[in-house]
Nanobody, 121 residues
Framework: QVQLVESGGGLVPAGGSLRLSCAATGSIFTVNAMGWYRQAPGKQREKIASITMTGTPSYPDSVKGRFTISRDDAKNMLYLQMNSLTPEDTAVYYC???????????????WGQGTQVTVSS
């Protein structure tokens, strides 16, 4: 089992910045990759950043150049630095971890409770 808790969301003006944090506990040794997703009202949940256990990041075009994912393995923390925010970035942001099921070659997804990010115009 892996538990994820996000923090750092809030209300910011357009053009502002926020830094989200995700604390991971539990069976961290089973985690293969971690990332950030977001879900706006009426929209599908979308992946906005991911990072492998070797530190390779990945971003979709919608946030590339504005968002930066990072990880602190010593503290079991995941971060998302968000710059140049726009109202279209308004959503609930979720921390995600992909892990392997014990004694099985199967992936399991874990999610945090989400943190609200609201960007005003």
């Amino acid at each position: 089992q892996v538990q994820l808790v996000e923090s750092g969301g809030g209300l910011v003006p357009a053009g502002g910045s926020l830094r989200l944090s995700c604390a991971a506990t539990g069976s961290i040794f089973t985690v293969n990759a971690m990332g950030w997703y977001r879900q706006a009202p009426g929209k599908q949940r979308e992946k906005i950043a991911s990072i492998t256990m070797t530190g390779t990041p990945s971003y979709p075009d919608s946030v590339k150049g504005r968002f930066t994912i990072s990880r602190d393995d010593a503290k079991n923390m995941l971060y998302l630095q968000m710059n140049s925010l726009t109202p279209e970035d308004t959503a609930v942001y979720y921390c995600h971890a992909q892990a392997t099921k014990p004694l099985a070659r199967e992936f399991v997804d874990y999610w945090g409770q989400g943190t609200q990010v609201t960007v005003s115009s």
